[in-house]
């Protein structure tokens, strides 16, 4: 039984809180000197007004929620976020339509980062800063906020927790749900407020540092630039916006048990982070020689290579250059990275690197099974067997992510949307990257692909920030079966 | 030494970590977690595990408890109260000696369920392992199960301020006098002196009564007397006298069936114990002395019909399957047995096989609860029952000097509906049951009656300093 009620005061709390965060924007519009307040205030009355009504109309008590009120609740509760932020856009009249508005919006919640904006520099500062405040909001995780602040949420939490942050087996924090959201969001903070201060160390001035800190730490890859990093020209920018990249696709766990438990041998012998490490340094040394062979000088080649390794990997999708000039060999070994993405419990998305780790780590026990037909032997990460189910539901997973991105390929292309752009924008959505491949590259944007594409691609882009599960479930006639 | 915490808002709760995740386990930390304390349980099996985490808002490792690294993992160093509930008494011990060891956890309980416990009592109150609370959940509740044997109108009886004061439940069945009266004609028709009814159960309401809330047929009540004037209430409620028990059936042989066994052969009471499974059958004659151990079904009716259930004194439904338990102790009562008694650990039942006519029902899980949360609560809490399905609570506490309810009359207190005093025993001996004017001093143990909601509020009334600061 689904307790509608229930469900739809919750959504209305998160909705308040999203108004709190246009007011904040409108606030700052102010401060800004923006000439036209009026999408912000129209969007805040909206947001407001629903919020409201869905909190007084429905006073239920304070329940706990079930496994399907809880997925509801996610999926509602995103969808809701997306459609809402996509208001001041819409309202502004720089964007074509309300499905370009939607787009940017849940382009921006889900962190991906990919845009139909031809000329970002004509936006209003007030708009682009509403535009990267939406990728940090969603980059720890909208429902991870609330359980962490609202008091509504009591022991259905934990449902809610794994359905949106990543990595679901990870371990608590603290043994409460409420206590461990905090303490992520904390740590979130903190970081982000180290990259601000760093950016503005750098030379970068106050508004461009608020806003490509809110990108980076959520992985999320909205620049207030048209040339996105490539723009600032900076060896010391783009330096400080890889360490934060490469922080931010790190467990959030791992690094509290760095920073606030000073486990230092916990961060770095996780295997997880070694491979993450290692990938992120053989991406950048191939893609590198490859770009020396040719046009680049040694170091630049170096430089380039792993800004734009790093910013692909970690799903920000940030550049520091026009990759699609390169040889399509580099561009090819940069989509295998966007399926890779970054660590399970980061903000960045992908298929995480610890499942690509134990996926190699079962595959090649299927080939020492075929040899040994007797031997038994466990799949083991950080020296830990991991269960059968586990192993299931990965490969369940995959095999899902595959899916996905073959039916979303062929929707595309039956639009009429060629086969690499196609591949790459259905990947660059579906992993929360952003920037793809051909007509959709980094110097290009998503707006010339026809609505019903950009409806296709912006389902890609929830399904893939909830991993699957949580968004498909709901299309199962299991799941409305009383 | 704790460790550094990351500043969170919510810090001023005890971190409790419970071993074994069973049906105990988890109820202990579901209450424990709803009084704001922070839950880390260790659980052997994966499937386990995964349930846990799904209902409970506490951290779940999986593990074995008696593995150092395992406890370690699970934060066994930052721990303020380690509470080993599984199934193994080895495990539980186990445990204890590696929290006494490895850090300094302040609080161990352990449950035990082996015969010897008054043994290991000795044991662990040693320099070796020193265990604060050995539970024995079957022992206490076959205690309170044997005092009512002999009493089919009463359901319960314990006892508290050193056993001055005592607490009867019973049911109010439907042709007795007291159907329709209110608490204030009740009162007028001149009950003994020092007695109060303090909780009424209807249904799935509790009602802590007021003056004019009214006695319904089926309604179970709890009355305060003082321990002389037992006799006198239970003649004024109309139930009849504790007559010599003869014959007493029990159902199932699992621990808590050999030990009210065990209790009441010592009172010379002739008791037929059934067990269907022949080899624990063996285990059980051998454990007994002049109980008769049956190899035999004993919820079959052909089975009870033969061994003379007919005027029996009581038949005790002990099995370790709840619905099994309600449905043959209902079958005893038709068959003829004077009383009833069933153990049903599911809370939820509670309320349902109350209104079936069952004379009374014990959980042996709600012992535990009560016995852990006297040491999780802060002040002078001596003792914490809980009722049914935890809605209300009967607390023993000492009143500290300063707090607002201290010196003042009861009538001026102004209680919240839903709590009452039941019982005030002075340092100098004298008990009563107090009235309207009854004055609580600073020194007094109180036994105060009320709704498991309230608890937090009543507490501070009473005692100093009693808001949960941080361990």
Known sequence: MIRWPNILRAVGFFILALTGSLILTTLCALFLGSSDLSPLISAVITAGGLGGFLTLAFRSPPREFSHREGILLVVITWVAFSALGALPFYFSGHFASFTDAFFESISGFTTTGATILEDIEALPRDLLLWRSLTHWIGGMGIILLGIAVLPLIGTGGMELYRSEFSGAKSEKLAPRVAETAMALWKLYVAFSLAEYIALRLAGMDTFDAVCHTFSTMATGGFSTRNASIEAFASPAIEAIIIVFMLIAGVSFTLHYRLLVERRARRFFGDQEIQFYLALVAGGTLAIAAVLALSSYEPLEAGRVALFQVVSIMTTTGFSSANFELWSPFTQLLLLALMFAGGCTGSTAGGLKVARLFLLFRVVAREFRRMVERRGVSAVRLNGAAVSENTIQSLLNLVYIAFLINFAGCMALTALGVDVLTAIAAVAASMFNIGPGLGSVGPADNYAHLPALAKWVLSFCMLAGRLEFYTVLIIFTRSFWRK | ?471
């Open chain 2, 1 to 471: 030494m704790r460790q550094l915490n990351f500043p969170c808002i919510l810090h001023f709760s005890m971190r409790i970590l419970i071993l074994g995740g069973g049906a105990v386990g988890a109820s202990v930390a579901r209450r424990l977690i709803r009084e704001k304390n922070e839950i880390v349980i260790v659980e052997g099996s994966e499937e386990q595990c995964a349930q846990l985490e799904d209902t409970l808002d506490a951290k779940i490792v999986q593990g074995n408890a008696a593995s150092i690294r395992t406890l370690q993992s699970a934060g066994l160093s930052d721990a303020d109260m380690l509470i080993a509930v599984t199934n193994s008494d080895e495990t539980n011990l186990l445990s204890c000696l590696i929290a006494q060891a490895h850090s300094d956890v302040k609080i161990k309980v352990a449950r035990l369920r082996t015969h010897e416990v008054d043994l290991w009592r000795s044991v662990c109150g040693g320099q070796l392992l020193n265990i604060d609370l050995v539970i024995h959940p079957d022992r206490e509740t076959a205690e309170r199960i044997q005092r009512v044997v002999g009493l089919p109108g009463i359901s319960d009886i314990q006892e508290f301020a050193e056993g001055k004061v005592t607490l009867v439940g019973m049911n109010i069945a439907a042709g007795s006098w007291l159907v329709g009266k209110s608490m204030e004609e009740l009162k007028q028709s001149g009950p003994p002196s020092n007695t109060l009814m303090a909780m009424i159960f209807r249904g799935n309401q509790v009602i802590i009564p007021r003056g004019d809330d009214h006695l319904r047929a089926g309604d179970h009540v709890y009355i305060v007397a003082l321990a002389d004037q037992v006799s006198d209430t239970f003649r004024f409620m109309g139930v009849e006298e504790a007559e010599r028990v003869k014959r007493v059936f029990i159902v199932g042989g699992k621990q808590i069936g050999i030990e009210v066994a065990l209790q009441l052969e010592e009172r010379g009471i002739q008791v037929k114990l059934f067990e269907r499974e022949l080899s624990r059958c063996k285990k059980i004659s051998e454990l007994v002395k002049d109980t008769v151990v049956v190899h035999a079904d004993g919820t079959d009716q052909t089975t009870l019909v033969e061994e003379n259930i007919e005027g029996i004194d009581a038949y005790l439904a002990l099995t370790g399957d709840d619905e099994g338990n309600i449905i043959s102790s209902l079958l005893s009562k038709r068959l003829g047995a004077r009383k009833a008694i069933a153990l049903v650990n599911r809370l939820d039942f509670l309320p349902m096989a109350q209104l079936l006519g069952i004379n009374s029902i014990f959980s042996s899980r709600l012992v535990i609860v009560d016995r852990i949360l006297q040491f999780v609560r802060k002040g002078h809490i001596l003792s914490v029952t809980t009722f049914r399905q935890e809605e209300a609570e009967a607390i023993e506490l000492v009143a500290d000097a300063g707090p607002k309810f201290i010196g003042k009359k009861l009538k001026d207190l102004h209680l919240p509906r839903g709590a009452i005093v039941g019982s005030i025993s002075r340092p100098s001996g004298e008990v009563i049951v107090p009235r309207g004017d009854s004055v609580i001093e600073a020194g007094d143990r109180v036994l105060l009656f009320c709704l498991e909601r309230l608890v937090p509020e009543l507490e501070s009334a009473f005692i100093v300093g009693s808001g949960r600061e941080t361990a």
